[in-house]
C-alpha cells in the first residue's frame, strides 16, 4: 500500500541550526549527536511544520526569521491530500511542500503547496500525516477518540460489521427524530394554519367563482352602466346608415352609395379600371347594410334593466371580497385555493405521520440498544487482547511491572437508549467510551496513559501501543524523542527492534542517544555543531560504513577509535541486520 512519506525537510536559523538538510528514510532513522548538538531542533522543526505554536525564541540570535520546509510525498486521494487541495495547494507530482516561517517579533506564517494557509490548516493536515511521541509534544493516540477509532480497527470485522449497521441506524434515528421533533413543536403553528386554510376554503366555495367571471362581470357592468348612451349612439349611427323612416326625405349613406354604384354599373363596360371601382362600390353598399342590420338589432338586445345591474354589481363586490385576501385576481384565487387544499390535506395527515414516525423511532431506538451491545461487548474482547499484547511489549521496553488496560464505560442518560439495562448516551460511534490506562507498576492504580508515565515512560508506552496497532492506524509517519530515556543494555536493544518493526509498516523518526538503538535504523543520521557553535547545512550527515561504525562506538564508550567499542557497534549492526 502505497503511504504518505516525510522525504526532507530543510531548517534555517532555528535554534543552534544555522542551515541544514534533514533527508529522511521512508522506513527507520536514527538522528544522534552530542548532547547539545541541535537533535531535538528535528522534533522542533516538525513541530512547526505541524502548526506547533511558533515561539519567537526559537529564531537563531541576528536572524530575522526561522524558515522550516518540508516535502512530504503524499498518494492522490489520500485523506491528507484532498484535505490540501481544498484549501488550494497544489500537488506537483504526488508532493507536497510545507513551509513554516517565524519571526523574530513573534509573527508567524504558513505556506502549503504554494498557498499560504492559516496555521491551523497545518494542525489539521497533522492528524493524517505524523503522530508525534515526546516527553513535551504527544498526539495521536492520547486522545480517547483515536484510541476507540484504533481499537476498533485492531477488533477488526467483530466491531466494523455491528458499527456499519449501527451507523446507518444511527443516521436514519436522528433523521426521524429531527422531523418527528418539528412536526410535534410545530403543531400548534400548524393548527392555526389549517384552521386559516379552510375557512379560505369555505369562504371561495360559498361565493363558487368561475375562471375569468371578474373580467366578464366587469365588461357587463361597464356596458350596463352606458345602457341609454350606447342605444342613442347606435340609433344615430343606425339613421345615418339606412335612414330614418320618420323622415322619408332625408338622405342616408345606403341609398347614396347605392345611386354611385348604379352610375357606375352603367358604364363599367368601357373601362376595366373603371369597372374595378364598380365592383368596390358594391362591396362597401353590402358592408353598409351589414353594419345597419347589426347596429339595428344591437340597439333591439341592449338590456337596459337596472336590476341586472344591480345583481352585476353585486356580485362582483362577492368576488372583490376574494381577490382582496386571496389573489390579484379570480383566476389567482383559484390557484391559491388549489394549492391551500394540497396543503390542508398534509397538514390534516401529519396527525398520522407522527404516529409513523414514533414507532419509527421506537423500533430504532431498540436496534440501536442490541448494536450498541454487540459493539461494547466486541470492543471488550478486543481491549483484552490489545492490554495482554501491549503489556507483553512494555516487559521487553525495561517496564516488566506496567500493566496496560482500557477503560470502556457508558454515561447515564434518561434520554439515550437502553444498554445492559441502563439508559446510556449515544452517538455516531456506539454508547462507549474509551480511554487507555497504564499502571506502571503494582499497587498503582490505572490512569489515563497521559497521566500515568514520565516522559520517557509515556514514550516506551506508545511505542509498544503503536507496534501492536500496526498496520490498524492510518498515520504514515511516526516521530520518536526520548523514547529511550532510562533505558539501555538488553532494554535498549528490544527498542531498537520493535522500532524496525514498527518502521516496516510506517516511517519512523527517532531521536536517540543509545547505539542500541541507532543500530537498528534503516539510515543514520548525524548532527554536528560547526566551531562556531552552529548546524550548518553540512552539518547533518547521513552516516554509511566507517563513518557509521565510528558514531556507534563513540554513542558507546565516547571514544570513536576503541577497538572494544567497534567491536561492539559492528556487532550490534550484525545483529540489527540480522533481525531485517
Known sequence: MVRSVLEEMRIRSLGVIDDAVVELSPGFTAVTGETGAGKTMVVTSLGLLLGGRADPALVRIGAKSAVVEGR????????AALRAEEAGAELDDGTLLISRTVSAEGRSRAHLGGRSVPVGMLSELADELVAVHGQTDQQGLLRPARQREALDRYAGGAVTGPLAKYTAAYRRLRAVSTELDELTTRARERAQEADLLRFGLNEIAGVEPRAGEDAELAAEAERLGHAEALASAASVAHAALAGNPEDPEGVDATTLVAGAGRALDAVRSHDPALAALADRMGEISIL??????????????????????????????????LTRKYGASIDAVLAWAEDGASRLIELDGDDDRIGELAAERDALRGELSGLAQALTDARTEAAARFAEAVTEELASLAMPHARVSFDIRQSEDPEGVEVGGRAVAYGPSGVDEVELLLAPHPGAPPRPIAKGASGGE????MLAVEVVFAGTDPVPTYLFDEVDAGVGGKAAVEIGRRLAKLAKTAQVVVVTHLPQVAAFADRQLLVEKTNDGSVTRSGVTVLEGEDRVR??????????????????????????????
Open 551 to 580: 558514531e556507534l562506538s563513540r554513542m558507546l564508550a565516547g571514544q570513536e577509535d576503541s577497538q572494544t567499542a567497534r567491536a561492539h557497534a559492528e556487532e550490534l549492526l550484525a545483529t540489527a541486520r540480522a533481525d531485517g
Open 458 to 461: 509515556l514514550s516506551r508506552v
Open 72 to 79: 512530504i510525498g503524499v498518494p492522490a486521494g489520500a485523506p
Open 288 to 321: 353598409l347594410g351589414d353594419v345597419a342590420g347589426e347596429l339595428a338589432g344591437y340597439a333591439d338586445n341592449l338590456d337596459a334593466d337596472p336590476l341586472r345591474l344591480a345583481a352585476v354589481e353585486e356580485r362582483r363586490a362577492a368576488l372583490t371580497a
